[in-house]
């Protein structure tokens, strides 16, 4: 069946220092979304991706679906203690909503 | 913005007992999730419903989980009788395929069972 994997499963960083996360699917993907959880709470929507090769920028973050559809990213720069949290992709499949398995990002001040 | 309605927002009951979250979908919405979220984990799809119907259960607990959407707005999730291991952060979320499915969630009912 469709699995979607995220790559690495924890990060830590240095506040100011990028990040990325990586979501990587066995199969092509219709779309792809990201979300956020902060700890404690629950997953906010942070955009979507539809296009081969579409690049989105969000102030810090930048989002990227891979030309062949089956990979995306999220990159962070200069993080801050506020992007604390666990980053998900997602996708709706053809049968089925997935989630990555998503990255947890801590920030060291 | 609206938004996607859960209560209780934080439930603790005894083991064997039984507890119902509730949930209301953004409006218009006709798809709607209940998952569970294990601290720690990502979640896991319970129940989806299209309108009032079910689209997919297999990953729900039949034996002791049920949910509804009776008229295909608001729906309710129960556990009867509660275990140890159902202790978990529940979300309902909803989508409508216009909005690109994406999902949108609720705060979560977080659940303890002692």
């Known amino acids: 069946g469709q699995q979607v994997m995220q790559i690495p499963q924890y990060q830590h960083v240095q506040e100011g220092e990028d990040f990325t996360t990586y979501c990587n699917s066995s199969?092509?993907?219709?779309?792809i979304q990201w979300y956020k959880q902060r700890p404690g709470g629950h997953p906010v929507f942070l955009i979507q991706?539809?296009?081969?090769?579409e690049v989105k920028k969000q102030k810090r973050l930048t989002f990227q679906f891979g030309e062949a559809k089956k990979n995306s990213s999220l990159h962070i720069t200069a993080t801050q203690t506020t992007d604390v949290g666990t980053y998900f992709c997602?996708?709706?499949?053809?049968?089925?909503?997935?989630f990555g398995t998503g990255t947890r990002l801590k920030v060291l001040a | 913005e609206a938004e996607v309605a859960q209560s209780p927002r934080y439930k603790i009951t005894e083991k064997s007992q039984a507890v119902a979250f509730w949930c209301d979908p953004i409006?218009?919405?006709?798809?709607l999730y209940w998952y569970r979220q294990i601290l720690g984990q990502g979640p896991e799809l319970l129940v989806q419903?299209?309108?009032?119907?079910?689209?997919?259960d297999s990953q729900l607990p039949k034996d002791r989980f049920s949910a509804e959407r009776l008229k295909g707005v608001d729906s309710t999730l129960k556990i009867q009788p509660a275990e140890l291991g159902d202790s978990a952060m529940y979300l309902c979320?909803?989508?409508?395929?216009?909005?690109?499915?994406?999902?949108?969630f609720g705060e979560g009912s977080w659940l303890t069972v002692v």
């Open positions: 979320a909803s989508s409508n395929r216009d909005k690109g499915n994406t999902i949108y």
């Open positions: 199969t092509t993907l219709s779309n």
């Open positions: 991706l539809v296009k081969s090769g």
């Open positions: 997602g996708s709706s499949g053809t049968y089925k909503y997935i």
């Open positions: 409006s218009g919405h006709a798809t």
């Open positions: 419903f299209q309108d009032e119907s079910v689209v997919d």
